[in-house]
């Protein structure tokens, strides 16, 4: 496992943009599936976004378009870019390490995560 640790999360109006970052502890970095995910209040933890460097990106149709993820193996970090933020994308978003499983869009196959950071989006 790994320990992660997210930031950059905060308020903003409709149609602004946030990055968020995540810092992984360990060596091995560029051997994890990386992931995002949030929560909004009442809700269930879903699925955002995935990078299974250096093959692809996954996207949740909600966010495809406008959020971006990338990653720096230099630095053990990974970045969640949005844009074009909606109220709807407002919850606590939370980063998350994998290395094997099937379902990149389940978190349960996730073995690790970050604490969350909220983001607020207002209309």
């Known amino acids: 496992q790994v320990q992660l640790v997210e930031s950059g999360g905060g308020l903003v109006q409709a149609g602004g943009s946030l990055r968020l970052s995540c810092v992984a502890s360990g060596r091995t970095f560029s051997s994890y599936f990386m992931g995002w995910f949030r929560q909004a209040p009442g809700q269930e933890r879903e699925f955002v976004a995935a990078d299974t460097w250096p093959a692809r990106t996954f996207y949740a149709d909600s966010v495809k378009g406008r959020f971006t993820i990338s990653r720096d193996n230099a630095k053990n970090t990974v970045y969640l870019q949005m844009n074009s933020l909606k109220p709807e994308d407002t919850a606590v978003y939370y980063c998350?390490?994998?290395?094997?499983?099937?379902?990149?869009?389940?978190?349960?196959?996730?073995?690790?995560w970050g604490q969350g950071t909220q983001v607020t989006v207002s209309s």
């Open positions: 998350a390490a994998r290395r094997l499983g099937t379902n990149l869009r389940d978190p349960n196959e996730y073995d690790s």
